[in-house]
């Protein structure tokens, strides 16, 4: 599931950042990876805090809030990051974020159809962020994600603190 919605976000970089001569080449993939940690940062807020309608609200809707948020500080960060003038940020991000959200949620429709071999649920990937538990598996669960689980066991914890000092 994580990996279908990573491979289309790279997928839809394609033109507006990998064939974007204001991309320098060599930040072509990091740059493709801010808008993977764009949209699953966002993603994971919402699931986090439990506003998983939020994330129905935003695929739905182009001009959404949290669409907006993601689009701002994807443009933000390529900015700050890797130099990219400020038009060409704000256009790559404008291109990118609403084309991604728009295949999630065609993904998602064509799930919900039950097309054969097409799409995921919504409610799969705000689980895969850690969301539809309590705030602490919550955390935990992105917290693993993010390489913060030392000791192995699946979560982030106490244990994991601790290991990180020794």
Known sequence: MWEQLMSMITESGQQSVIENPEVPNEHNEAVIAEAKDAIASKLGDLAASGQTQQVQEMLDTPDHPEARSIQSNFATNIMEK??????????IAASLIPTVLNAI????????????????????????????????????????????????DGDV??????????
């Open 82 to 91: 890797f130099g990219i003038n400020q038009q060409a940020a704000a256009g």
């Open 105 to 152: 949620r065609g993904n998602a429709n064509n799930n919900a159809a039950g097309n054969a071999g097409g799409g995921f649920n919504i409610q799969d990937i705000l689980q895969s962020l850690g969301g539809g538990g309590n705030l602490q598996s919550t955390l935990s669960g992105i917290g693993a994600k993010l390489g913060l689980d030392k000791d192995g």
């Open 157 to 166: 914890d106490l244990g994991d603190l601790t290991k990180m000092f020794k």
